[in-house]
């Protein structure tokens, strides 16, 4: 079964950094996309960035510049640096995983259970 753990969240004062990693279990697979999505309150969750196999990168407008994913897959895990943080990024973090389970099922999508970012004005 696919576990995806998320790590790394906390509270930070404006301008700092944090990073975020995600690891994923569970299959002989590496994941075709890796990423990053947020949720503040009341309002959706969106993407901040992701990462496919192929190593290119799509980043959220609001975040660029600033914070960095990439992906170690030998260890099946990505990371987000965050830096400059802003009071606007206080969210909710999502790791998102998309992956092909077993041999038998086809890409599934996987979600961690989140790790709050807070930051601080």
């Known amino acids: 079964q696919v576990q995806v753990v998320e790590s790394g969240g906390g509270l930070v004062q404006a301008g700092g950094s944090l990073r975020l990693s995600c690891t994923t279990s569970?299959?002989?697979?590496?994941?075709?996309?890796m990423g990053w999505y947020r949720q503040a309150p009341g309002k959706q969750r969106e993407l901040v960035a992701r990462i496919p196999n192929s190593g290119s990168t799509d980043y959220a407008d609001s975040v660029k510049g600033r914070f960095t994913i990439s992906r170690d897959n030998a260890k099946n895990t990505v990371y987000l640096q965050m830096n400059s943080l802003k009071p606007e990024d206080t969210a909710v973090y999502y790791c998102?995983?998309?992956?092909?389970?077993?041999?038998?099922?086809?890409?599934?999508?996987?979600w961690g259970q989140g790790t709050q970012v807070t930051v601080s004005s």
């Open positions: 569970g299959s002989a697979f590496s994941a075709n996309v």
């Open positions: 998102h995983v998309a992956i092909r389970p077993s041999v038998f099922r086809s890409i599934t999508d996987y």
